[in-house]
């Protein structure tokens, strides 16, 4: 392994830009003339509007225009669609609700915009946003989705009868009812999966410029995925044709999936821009993020496991209702469904499993993919109900787990998924050493002593990444491919630019891409530019998020080096007057194996660029294009292992040891896949002890900013032990599989495992805060038997 | 923000003079509220008068067995002040509990009695210790200076100059912090004074800062944590929200007041 | 409108602000230091951290117009000539991922350190997160970030 290439610990090539406080993130983008919009939002969760008065938002000084959705809609802006089509298992089509992103005559939550003030100034935008009038009538909300589902509950959407999106089914549940039927143990279980806000640390922004004079607009954004936005802004929401739309997201502050999504302001910040004729920027506060960025989770299942007597799973039931919001945000409806359900098998041997989702319609926020996606809600599910049914019967849950571990790859589950590679065993043998739990009993004696409750947890997670085989998810609802495309330049003097469709919002790519490019041509990793985040200069790309840009994205680049190398040796041989065959790259040079003939790589660049001398009929240049598309999901998996201290007082919760063994595949940069690990235990650790979006039955929202959302800070975390057991995916040409969600998909059942082992009490819901973990210490009686 | 008119005056005169002479105007002494507050649009003074270039508005001293510490004095020189440390180190770990280290670089013990926050520190402190606050025309006993939530005996543009609090024989605050915010879900100061014991809970309470009899009386009679943990606390009267019903405040008082007895 | 004078990375400026205006505002938008950033409107998340007179303070909870005469230091001033040692720590230690946070976390890892040192006290790694309460991040888990303060702090 040479100190740069793959499996080196670089550091990052874009720190100094970060640290020193050079980044250019959207909101730091400000034009000549710059004009601000701030929205008109609605303080109810479930409204008529019946009129809205902006004479005098109009008449201040400094106002340029007063938009609304009579205005949008009049211009054919189209409205916001979910691109993933999942139908019911009748087969009816999902019932997918009208939205505008200016509401028109209804509010469906609270933050549902129904108007825009473009000012000169933010501070006078925002003023002049709340002297608009608007006539609400209020409706009746409802914001759980159980609630939803009841026949008296208010209606958001006509045409979604009984607040139903879809009622959808996977696996088999005849052949489950009649396995379950059959069982000697069955553990059955309520579970509810807490709906989050994803809070990157940089709140969303756009900045949109019209160019009256070549009808063109330039949108900075803070997107993962800009080609995709350009593409839905100009495909369905009809802002502007591709060619004449460019969309940049240049530094993003983080995304976790909440960037994923085009939303109403960057419509209309585009609209506004060509309606006004001056550059529109909006920039969300703290307290619009809590309102307006898509949430997370928000699952409630049922779900019933049965075990032979032998401890073996025989069949796994499970029935979700899944809260989507008021409106179906672009991938919502793959969430609970294809990212998901698919998982329920985890790293069990299941013969027979079905799961039903009913998706519904409330008026909170729109809920769509948040670190994890699905999967999270799957491994809690899975992992929870595997530690439970370990207590029920009286078995060690590592060994319940290891009894009934899938051995032999490939491994077709029952829903879906055929996993290529893994060795869970394995990872379980290296986690339970590095956690010492031979040492827990002692351990936990030490606590005990000191008045203390200790606890221990497992979860054995896996997921699905690399999303996806373009013809399986097409076949599956979704409405893009999910391709990832690269160039490779190479310029005259030898240099190297890549162009990208994954785009890095935190995850380094351009160090560890530039590791993957220097390794293969041996070049200097300075001499090798990452560029992504322009739909100008990268012709095409499908973003970043569900753990894809290694997988993907990095395959694309290998597919186009492998055409670069190929016109190499061709050049070099030419020149050198060798066989193709004989022409190897190594040192900076392109050699004759076995001879001292030789030229440097910059001269083979040259060459191609110079075209004075190439084999007969080659095209001058050196650049290759190439777009990958996956065969198969990729499945990260690991073990996690969580061991906690309560203080059985005040229900106060320190995780005293925290390890983790993940199994990525091949691993480019350590440093930064550990650092992605850490990022996605914090998230999991904050799922499952300290966050969760709660709204009052009226829809207002109690955790609309840090004051009542707790967000995880550093003396709520440990130092985590972070250890890898590779095994290398057959199906993509590094063998890699993805590490960017993997620690908030595992973390959370390892956490609660463990907290509920501490306490004695299994029934114990996200977040454990301090209270809840009293209050079922409470339950228990535990804190008796301690004092 | 709205627009605002900002004063800095020099003497407590210009003060007075700055204040009457706006619309509505409001003291600046650290803003870490204030400020907050003015950019949620919930507060929309036509004036601002910081009061912080005041000669001897800020500064710690001690005489006659009491500390005296300027209005305009920030958590962090309380946290860190050797003089407080060594007659009331209570007040330097409350003080160096608030916020955070920048919130303890610019926030103020006046501002923070004259905001009387029901989940704020310094409340339960004055109160314990029995303080006296002195503004620009009167003492005022901390007995009577709270009232309320985010209310006290302050008379519109009445300022707070200084606090004046006697040395107590023994104190100790104990801090158990809401998990979103860092302010307190339930602070209890425990106090042996020369007038005998006081216990003030503050962030419980659904009329801010109170004294806890039941306390009070126990560590009174039998200073010590077991004292404390005795006394049943009821959780009438108590706040209840997301972060802790009333029975879990009233769990967290006993547990807090006894942590804070073991800790003097 | 008031006019201000104050000593911004070592460099005198002058401007005339409305009475309003944040410190973060006027070092973001009247002096185009961008570095400074802003994460929430509850004085919470500590992106906007910046040195006033020495001391760590949230650029979004002070009025610019109450800093006249003040020496403020931002991001982009605390290299001299070469990068400051906690610069080097958030790199070396891979303290960073998606950068918002990091002007905050730099600064505020300065101040800690700095205070420390003056009091003598030992920054372990206990302190240190516990110093970090008034800055949020959401990628790194914190992990690295204690652990480039601990590397500073070794070489500050």
């Avoid at chain 1, 069955?186 to 940089?202: C, F, G, S």
């Avoid at chain 2, 706006?22 to 009061?51: C, Y």
């Avoid at chain 3, 610019?64 to 720590?89: F, K, R, W, Y």
């Amino acid at each position: 392994m040479s100190e740069q290439g793959i499996g080196a610990r670089v550091k990052r090539k874009e720190d100094k830009r970060f640290t020193t406080g050079k980044g250019k993130y959207t909101d730091d983008v400000r034009h000549e003339n710059q004009a601000y919009a701030a929205f008109v939002r609605s303080p109810y969760a479930h409204a008529n509007v019946n009129g809205i008065d902006a004479s005098e938002a109009e008449a201040m000084d400094g106002v340029i225009a007063v938009l609304n959705g009579a205005q949008l809609t009049g211009d054919e802006i189209g409205n916001i669609i979910c691109g993933w089509a999942v139908n019911s298992k009748d087969g009816s089509p999902m019932n997918m609700g009208a939205w505008s992103a200016l509401a028109t005559s209804k509010v469906r939550y609270l933050g549902d915009a129904v108007a825009v003030v473009i000012a000169e100034t933010q501070a006078l935008a925002r003023q002049a946003a709340e002297a608009v009038l608007v006539d609400y009538e209020v409706l009746p909300a409802v914001v759980s989705a159980v609630k939803a589902l009841k026949s008296d509950a208010p209606q958001l959407h006509d045409n979604a009868p009984g607040n139903l999106i879809f009622d959808w089914e996977i696996g088999e549940e005849a052949a489950t009812d009649a396995a379950l039927a059959g069982a000697a143990h069955i553990t059955e279980m309520k579970i509810v999966n807490n709906r989050l806000a994803p809070n990157p640390m940089e709140p969303r922004s756009a900045v949109a410029t019209y160019d009256e004079a070549e009808e063109h607009y330039t949108l900075y954004t803070t997107s993962q995925n800009p080609h995709v936005a350009r593409l839905i802004l100009s495909a369905f929401y009809n802002v502007a044709p591709e060619h004449k739309l460019r969309v940049i997201a240049p530094d993003v502050g983080g995304g976790f999936g909440a960037k994923i999504y085009v939303y109403p302001e960057e419509i209309v910040c585009l609209w506004a821009s060509m309606k006004t004729n001056r550059s529109v920027k909006w920039t969300s506060d703290r307290s619009e993020a809590f309102v307006t960025d898509a949430h997370g989770r928000d699952h409630v299942s049922t779900a019933r496991m049965g075990f032979d007597e032998n401890n073996k799973i025989v069949g796994f039931k499970v029935d979700t209702v899944a809260n989507l919001g008021a409106y179906m945000s672009l991938f919502s409806s793959a969430v609970p469904t294809y990212l998901y359900a698919t998982l329920l098998s985890g790293q069990y041997n299941i013969a027979n499993i079905h799961c039903n989702v009913r998706t519904v319609y409330t008026n909170t926020v729109p809920v769509d993919a948040y670190r994890g996606a699905g999967r999270p809600e799957a491994c809690y599910l899975v992992e929870r109900m595997m530690e439970t049914a370990a207590r029920e019967l009286g078995v060690d849950p590592s060994e319940l787990r290891r009894g009934n571990f899938i051995g032999e790859f490939p491994h077709q589950t029952p829903v879906i998924m055929a996993y290529d590679a893994g060795d869970f065993a394995g990872n379980l043998d290296q986690s339970k050493e590095a956690a010492d739990v031979a040492g827990f009993a002692a351990r936990k004696a030490a606590s005990v002593a000191n008045g203390k409750l200790r606890g221990l947890g497992y979860s054995c997670y896996i997921e699905a990444c690399g999303i996806a085989p373009s013809a399986a998810v097409g076949s599956l609802g979704a409405g893009v491919g999910l391709w990832e495309s690269a160039e490779v330049r190479v310029n005259p003097v030898g240099t190297i630019e890549v162009l990208t469709g994954s785009h890095s919002h935190g995850q380094g790519h351009e160090t560890t891409f530039a590791q993957v490019v220097a390794d293969r041509f041996d070049l200097p990793i300075e001499n090798i530019q990452i560029v992504h985040g322009d739909t100008d200069k990268v012709q095409f790309g499908m973003g970043t998020y569900g753990s894809r840009s290694a997988a993907v994205g990095l395959s694309a680049i290998v597919k186009a080096m492998d055409k670069v190398e190929a016109k190499v040796k061709k050049i070099a041989a030419h020149i050198l007057e060798a066989s193709e065959e004989d022409i190897v790259i190594e040192g900076g040079q392109v050699k004759v194996a076995g001879t001292d003939k030789a030229m440097g790589w910059h001269e083979v660049g040259l060459t191609a660029y110079m075209a004075h001398n190439l084999p007969e009929g080659m095209e001058p240049g050196l650049k290759e294009g190439a777009f990958y598309d996956p065969v198969n999901f990729t499945f990260p998996a690991g073990t996690y292992i969580c061991e906690v201290e309560v203080d059985p007082e005040t229900g106060v919760t320190t995780i005293e040891r925290f390890t983790a063994v993940d199994d990525f595949g091949t691993i480019i940069n350590p440093m930064i896949v550990e650092g992605q690990v850490h990022g996605g235990l914090a998230q999991g650790i904050g799922q499952a002890m300290l966050e969760g979006v709660v709204y009052d039955d009226d829809g207002q929202l109690l955790t609309g900013s840090y004051m009542d959302y707790t967000m995880p800070r550093a003396d709520d975390l440990p130092f985590y032990k972070v250890l890898h057991n590779s095994t290398v995916c057959p199906n993509n040409p590094l063998g890699i599989k993805g590490c960017g969600e993997a620690g908030a998909i595992g973390a959370p059942p390892a956490v609660i495992n463990a907290i509920t082992d501490a306490i004695g009490n299994n029934d114990l819901a996200m977040p454990a805060t301090p209270q809840n973990v009293w209050a079922a210490i409470q339950a228990s009686g535990k804190s008796i038997a301690v004092q | 923000m709205y627009s605002t008119t900002y004063h800095k005056p020099a003497s407590i005169e210009d003060a007075i003079a700055a204040l009457n002479g706006g619309e509505d105007t409001k003291i600046l002494a650290g803003g870490q509220t204030l400020i907050a507050t003015m950019k949620q649009h919930l507060a929309a003074p036509s004036d601002l008068v910081d009061i912080r270039a005041i000669g001897g508005m800020s500064g710690i001293s001690a005489a006659g067995g009491a500390l005296t510490i300027g209005a305009a004095t920030t958590h962090a020189e309380v946290a860190s002040s050797a003089e407080v440390k060594s007659l009331c180190s209570a007040l330097c770990d409350l003080a160096g509990g608030i916020g955070d280290p920048a919130v303890r670089h610019q926030g103020t013990i006046g501002g923070s009695l004259a905001n009387n926050d029901p989940a704020a520190d310094y409340p339960a402190a004055i109160l314990a210790l029995g303080a006296t606050i002195k503004t620009n025309t009167r003492e005022i006993a901390a007995l009577d200076f709270f009232d309320g939530l985010f209310t006290t005996a302050l008379e519109e543009n009445e300022i707070i100059v200084s606090i004046s609090i006697p040395v107590p024989q023994k104190a100790a605050y104990a801090k158990f912090p809401q998990p979103a915010s860092r302010f307190a879900l339930v602070g209890v100061f425990v106090a042996q004074t020369d007038d005998g014991v006081r216990v003030a809970v503050t962030g419980a309470g659904e009329d801010g800062v109170y004294r806890h009899q039941g306390l009070e009386e126990a560590l009174g009679s039998n200073w010590s944590a077991s004292a404390a943990a005795g006394v049943p606390i009821s959780p009438d009267g108590l706040m209840s929200d997301l972060h802790g019903t009333a029975a879990y405040r009233a769990n967290l008082i006993g547990v807090m007041a006894k942590r804070a007895v073991a800790a003097t | 409108m008031t006019s201000i004078k104050m000593t911004v990375n070592g460099k005198s400026v002058e401007k005339e602000v409305a009475d309003q205006t944040l410190l973060s505002e006027f070092l973001r938008e009247n002096l185009r230091l961008t570095g400074t950033h802003v994460g929430c409107d509850t004085s919470q998340c500590g992106a906007c951290t910046v040195h006033v007179n020495g001391k760590s303070v949230k650029s979004c909870t002070t009025l610019a117009v109450s800093l006249d005469g003040a020496e403020v230091t931002t991001i982009e001033g605390v290299a001299n000539g070469e990068l400051h040692p906690m610069q080097v720590a958030f790199n070396d230690n891979h303290g960073l991922q998606c950068g918002f946070c990091t002007p905050g976390m730099i600064m505020s890892g300065i101040d800690m350190v700095n205070r420390y040192k003056a009091s003598g006290q030992e920054l372990t790694s206990d302190a240190i997160r516990h110093e970090l309460e008034g800055n949020i991040c959401r990628c790194t888990g914190y992990h690295n970030i204690v652990k480039s303060i601990q590397d500073a702090a070794a070489k500050m």
